[in-house]
């Protein structure tokens, strides 16, 4: 994807960006290359991959909810995505990036400082210990494809209001939507929207689900990360 063709792709999901955030999304793919080489941040380097599978991607979370001036957390969010993509596109959010790993805040720290982002807070610490003193505090909390579906909502929906949303970005989740009632049942959600949809150019399938907080979640989730993997709900 070229950059006519990111400004076209995104009018179509009502995104338009001026010069500056252009720019900055520039000055972005720039920085994540050249860090690229000094330790693993991803394997999708090309330009053109990066505004697709990357960029455009992360954006498309707009297409089932309006973002802007919302306060989001981003859990797992590696070198950036979708949350750092999502505080150059929308000032007006405030993003939290929760990641565990040391080299990976130092390069959203970098990005951060380099692109001005006053509305990121990077906390460098594991999705289910954050939610533990974090509770109820979010509009949206999203994740993309950091894990099965089932172990995000119970790392994610303790950190979302009443009313908030919580939003997964997979691709194909036929198999992890199976046996996940027990799961929005005890952590009070409900699954409100679901959008299935194809990139454009090359054709990747991508589904977003959005889920409503009903009530507050259980003191008692998230549970511990062995648990987590070891027991279902």
């Known amino acids: 994807m070229n950059k006519e063709e990111f400004i076209i792709e995104l ?33 999708i380097i090309s330009k053109e991959d990066v505004y697709l599978k990357h960029f455009y991607d992360s954006l498309t979370i707009n297409k089932i909810e309006n973002i802007n001036n919302q306060s989001i957390c ?32 130092y390069f959203l720290n970098l990005v951060k400082s380099q692109l001005q982002l006053n509305n990121v807070t990077i906390i460098n610490t594991r999705s289910e210990d954050y939610a533990k003193n974090n509770r109820e505090v979010y509009d949206i909390v999203t994740a993309r494809a950091v894990a099965p579906l089932k172990h995000l909502l119970e790392y994610g929906v303790p950190l979302v209001k009443v009313n908030g949303k919580f939003i997964a970005m997979k691709a ?7 046996n996940i009632d027990n799961y929005l049942e005890k952590l009070n959600i409900k699954e409100e929207k679901k959008l299935i949809f194809k990139l454009p150019i ?14 507050e979640t259980n003191k008692k989730y ?12």
């Open 172 to 178: 194909n989740v036929e198999e992890e939507e199976k």
């Open 11 to 43: 009018k179509k999901i009502k995104i338009e960006l001026d010069d500056a955030k252009l720019a900055n999304l520039d000055k972005y793919y720039n920085i994540l290359t050249e860090e690229n080489k000094k330790y693993n941040l991803t394997r």
């Open 222 to 233: 998230p549970r511990r990360y062995n648990e987590i993997i070891k027991k279902d709900l």
């Open 74 to 105: 981003d859990l797992g969010s590696g070198a950036g995505f979708p949350g750092l993509v999502l505080a150059i596109c929308f000032p007006n959010t405030t993003i939290t990036l929760i990641e565990a790993n040391s080299k990976k805040c």
């Open 202 to 215: 090359e054709g990747s399938l991508r589904t977003l689900i959005k889920y409503l907080k009903i009530k």
